[in-house]
């Protein structure tokens, strides 16, 4: 699902059916989408650079709104912790939840971006990893 909220846009795994490698292909495809904005800006000039956030976790999803706009959208922490994964992220970076980076340590090198951070609408600091790429 794609999904614009402001400049960002939301691509969401798992949903409507999940699989055992959904953090895998959302990692995988957010490392696809890095190298093709390089791409973009080595070969065509284009000043395209992007930061994302991933977080893996239970959400709850459905057609929402009222009845004259109704959207397939996403809902729950795992969203939000996404966002707000994508807003600290500089050009060019693939920022991690650790829920994420547990499900994806056996397929990229990542590396913890120093103390956990406090996160809005959490009540404990988190870690979040840097993915190599």
Known sequence: VDKH???SVMVLFGAPFSFH????????????MQKEARRLREQKGLDL?????VCT??????????????????????VNMAARLEKMAKPG????????YG???ERF???VIGPPVPIKGVTD??????IVI
Not at 21 to 32: E, G
Request: hydrophobic share 40%.
């Open 5 to 7: 909220i402001g400049d």
């Open 21 to 32: 490698d959904d953090a895998i292909r959302a990692v995988s495809s957010a490392v696809d």
């Open 49 to 53: 650079h992007l930061g994302i956030g």
């Open 57 to 78: 976790g239970d959400v709850v999803t459905g057609v929402f709104g009222s009845l004259r706009k109704k959207e397939y959208t996403a809902f729950g922490m795992a």
């Open 93 to 100: 970076e693939i920022l991690v939840s650790e829920s994420t």
């Open 103 to 105: 499900e994806v340590t």
């Open 109 to 111: 090198k990542a590396e």
């Open 125 to 130: 600091p988190i870690a979040v990893y840097r």
